[in-house]
């Protein structure tokens, strides 16, 4: 590629346009989490708002409608920017730099905050250049061409996809929207500072024939004797790419000089990245699992590396958790399964963790896990689609969501139910039953389809994302890292904020703007599900009566605010509940259903 090639995507044209539909973004999020307050515009139509800059003199207009849970729906193409009488054109850093006082950005943050603008806006412009598919049409594509066909990321950050770290020439090699082919890079790591563990049944010999062929296991300990060194006292880790060029090579350089890490090769398998983007998709054998790999760039508030302490637990956790849905009837029922982290390896710097705390990131540059493909587990005429994809929107401004339901022939109200017992149902029961709650958003969710209807949820990224509340849950030995002390009046966020603020409030705008489903009849919906549930499980109904998912309000949690406060480390990983932001309340829209 030329050096020109690399940056062809950034057109005049483009950079307006991603702009644009950026501060369309920043607009809306900042007013729901009560950032700015945006003032309805004297003399203009019932739907024009205007929003000061901090000099008092800068103003943004746009149109825009309200929606349940303080959801705004700004129309992009309204959005006009203007001081001293004068139009100026949109720019996001400006934006930023004009509200820097509202948005509480500190003159160490607001940089690097900008940096993670830019990287945003230049994705976007990548993006542009792609093929614009109808999600009609992308309704028919397959579970990767999904995946690599989300534009937005995730829907309330506004900065979200930062990827500090990765240059133009990295971006278009390892970012998920790209879909290019990666070959892993394999480690061998001595076995003095490096551990392998696997969930039931699973034994390393067999399980490295399984992931890398006969062939590749033995030309990479040939490549450990021909140096003089003993295969069996290595045990191999695969690694970004990313991360063996600009961090253990330099980082790690000490290991590499004393052959504590030795470097094979890359595998021979191609993968894909999934949009976390260190997860990788196997597409040269869709049924083998996908890996996870350690990443240190700065996406979404956290570097985003593995920990070698956190992945010994993993496999475990993992059994634990799929043996808790396997003995669980309500569970069985929905047709809930769990994709487990079955193996993990991780390599312990002892340098480094002498000198830093457990959360650093330094300890957290080499590990990786094993990830089951939930390909192996389709029926007959099903297909997979990341729930991420609901609230995706084509150039047209349709929603695959409503492509969905347009396939399944269903009434939109039938067929969110069926989205919501495979979905949703789970998530309540393993709140009332066990205290257990997940990170439940559009990545870490897959959906299993078929004739555009769901048939059942793939929940994903297990051991580090669910949390036990109960301080007086009998749990294994190996699974009590996930017990969490929340206040009593916090537990239920986990539902309020993760599933209805940051997720159904845009599937539901979405559906309404469409035209396909009245807002009130989307809450009623999900009110009627959850009465369904409560009713089946009588045995149940003081903790329904202890946590009331009918209150008529709740704590507005704001994730932007994280990460303007703090883009490094938005959470204290010690005290994850202590960190949220919380703004006043919002009103419980499935309330009087």
């Known amino acids: 590629m030329s050096l020109a090639d690399a940056t062809a995507h950034l057109s005049p044209e483009r950079w307006e346009q991603a702009n644009r539909l950026l501060i369309r973004k920043a607009l809306a999020e900042f007013a729901h989490e009560r950032l700015i307050t945006p003032e309805p515009e004297p003399g203009s139509e019932a739907a024009g708002y205007v929003v000061l800059g901090d000099d008092g003199l800068t103003r943004y207009r746009f149109t825009a409608t309200r929606h349940a849970l303080d959801h705004w729906q700004v129309d992009a193409d309204s959005i006009t920017r203007h001081r001293d009488g004068a139009e100026l054109p949109l720019s996001a850093l400006d934006f930023f730099i004009e509200l820097k006082k509202s948005l509480g950005l500190s003159d160490e943050v607001l940089p690097i905050y900008l940096e993670e603008i830019s990287s945003t806006l230049a994705g976007t412009c990548y993006k542009l250049t792609k093929p614009q598919i109808p999600v009609t049409e992308l309704i028919h594509s397959g579970f990767q061409a999904i995946e690599t066909g989300m534009t937005e990321g995730h829907p309330c950050f506004v900065a979200n996809n930062g990827r500090l770290g990765f240059g133009v020439h990295e971006y278009l090699s390892y970012a998920p929207e790209t879909a290019s082919p990666v070959r892993l890079v394999w480690l061998a790591a001595h076995r003095s500072r490096a551990a392998f563990t696997a969930g039931v049944g699973i034994e390393y010999e067999a399980f490295l024939r399984a992931e890398l062929g006969q062939e590749t296991v033995v030309r990479f300990r040939t490549k450990l004797s021909d140096q003089g060194l003993d295969p069996t006292e290595y045990l191999f880790i695969p690694v970004h790419p990313w991360q063996w060029w600009n961090k253990l090579t330099v980082t790690f350089a000490a290991e590499i000089a004393q052959q504590h890490l030795v470097c094979l090769g890359e595998g021979d398998d191609e993968y894909l990245a999934q949009q976390s983007i260190r997860t990788f998709f196997n597409r040269t054998d869709p049924e083998k699992h996908y890996v996870k790999t350690a990443l240190s760039v700065l996406n979404m508030g956290f570097m985003r590396g593995l920990s070698a302490a956190y992945m010994e637990a993993t496999p475990a956790i993992n059994d634990w958790l799929a043996q808790l849905i396997d003995n669980d009837p309500v569970l069985k029922s929905t047709g809930l399964s769990i994709i487990r982290e079955r193996a993990a390896v991780g390599y312990r710097h ?215 406060r703090n883009n490094k480390q938005m959470v204290d990983l010690a005290d994850p509940a202590g960190a949220l932001q919380l703004i006043g309340t919002l009103k419980n829209p499935v309330t009087g259903f």
């Open 350 to 564: 002892l340098e480094y963790e002498a000198a830093t705390d457990r959360y650093s990131p330094y300890r957290k540059m080499l590990a990786a896990l094993w990830r089951e493909s939930p390909v192996s587990s389709l029926g007959e005429g099903e297909s997979l689609a990341t729930m991420a994809s609901l609230v995706h929107v084509d150039h047209e401004g349709r929603s695959f969501a409503a492509a969905l339901v347009e396939q399944s022939g269903l009434p939109p109200k039938e067929w969110l139910r069926g989205y919501l017992n495979a979905y949703f149902t789970p998530l309540l029961h393993s709140f009332y039953a066990y205290d257990l709650v997940y990170m439940p958003h559009g990545e870490n969710v897959i959906l299993v389809l078929r004739d555009g209807m769901v048939q059942r949820a793939i929940y994903k990224d297990i051991a580090e994302e669910i949390a036990v509340l109960d301080p007086d849950a009998v749990l294994p030995p190996t699974v009590e890292r996930l017990r969490v002390d929340v206040p009593e009046d916090k537990k239920l966020l986990s539902v309020f904020t993760d599933v209805f603020d940051c997720f159904f409030r845009f599937l539901a705008a979405n559906l309404a703007t469409e035209g396909v489903l009245e807002e009130d009849d989307f809450w009623r919906t999900v009110a009627e599900v959850t009465r369904a549930y409560q009713k089946a499980n009588p045995q149940l109904a003081d903790k329904f009566r202890q946590y009331d998912m009918f209150a008529p309000e709740f704590a507005l949690s704001c994730l932007n605010r994280l990460q303007l």
